[in-house]
């Protein structure tokens, strides 16, 4: 027996079979995808928080020493002391009085020591004296260099 198509017979209806396989695939997909999924651990990290201090926090203040060629030695373009003078005391005075002023404003005191090319390297050593008495460790240096 053979079975012939009728060209008029075209409507088949609606195919609930090829339906369903397609949607066991697609389950079997999320299936599949789900279990290869990593669970991300909880990390114990603290954000940064607020720091509380007993009154307001100004800017650094960078304090300049100068020391010239003759030995004259000047803060912030006031000369200090003589140029013989190897103690330093009014350099050493003002000195403990900033780093005080300083850590009662819980700020840093930075000092920078500009130096001029031909001052004499003592000269350099006192100015650290004098702020190793004063217990400021915040220095830097550089050369006074003509243009």
């Given at each position: 027996?053979?079975?012939?198509?009728?060209?008029?017979?075209?409507?088949?209806?609606?195919?609930?079979?090829?339906?369903?396989?397609?949607?066991?695939?697609?389950?079997?997909?999320?299936?599949?995808?789900?279990?290869?999924?990593k669970?991300?651990?909880?990390?114990?990290?603290?954000?940064?928080?607020?720091?509380?201090?007993?009154?307001?926090?100004?800017?650094?203040?960078?304090?300049?020493?100068?020391?010239?060629?003759?030995?004259?030695?000047?803060?912030?373009?006031?000369?200090?002391?003589?140029?013989?003078?190897?103690?330093?005391?009014q350099?050493?005075?003002?000195?403990?009085?900033?780093?005080?002023?300083?850590?009662?404003?819980?700020?840093?005191a930075?000092?920078?020591?500009?130096?001029?090319?031909?001052?004499?390297?003592?000269?350099?050593?006192?100015?650290?004296?004098?702020?190793?008495?004063?217990?400021?460790?915040?220095?830097?240096?550089?050369?006074?260099?003509?243009?």
């Amino acid at each position: 027996m053979r079975l012939e198509l009728n060209p008029s017979d075209g409507n088949l209806g609606f195919q609930i079979a090829p339906m369903i396989d397609v949607v066991f695939v697609i389950m079997l997909f999320f299936m599949v995808m789900a279990g290869a999924v990593k669970i991300e651990n909880e990390l114990n990290t603290q954000l940064p928080g607020r720091v509380e201090t007993s009154g307001p926090t100004d800017f650094v203040d960078e304090q300049i020493i100068t020391i010239s060629d003759t030995g004259e030695i000047a803060l912030n373009d006031e000369p200090f002391d003589s140029a013989a003078s190897k103690e330093l005391p009014q350099l050493k005075g003002t000195l403990m009085r900033l780093k005080q002023n300083a850590d009662a404003a819980k700020t840093p005191a930075v000092v920078t020591i500009i130096s001029d090319t031909q001052a004499k390297y003592s000269r350099t050593i006192d100015v650290l004296d004098a702020l190793a008495v004063a217990k400021i460790d915040n220095v830097t240096f550089t050369v006074n260099e003509e243009e």
